[in-house]
């Protein structure tokens, strides 16, 4: 790849944490990347257990302040980011 290109990522039909794998191995390494379709992700496993995961984890709030932290991020592309 010539110098200066971001690399553009499919995300789609790929593994969530494989590939949150190989882009915090870029970013660690020091370049940008850019992931596009994360709509397009899977999560592997039941899907009912993956939802009650998740529902576990938007219940996790502060409890003298819930509006501070932590933010539970809805969007497809915020929970890719998150799990990089």
Known sequence: MAEG???????????LGRLAAIVA??????????VVRCEGINISG??????????????KRMNTNP???PYHFRAPSCIFWRTV
């Open 5 to 15: 290109q971001v690399p553009v990522l499919d995300g789609g039909g790929h593994l």
């Open 46 to 59: 039941n899907f009912y257990r993956n939802k009650l995961k998740y529902l576990a984890f938007l219940r």
């Open 67 to 69: 509006s501070r932290r």
């Open 25 to 34: 191995k870029q970013v660690l390494l020091g370049r940008k990347v850019v």
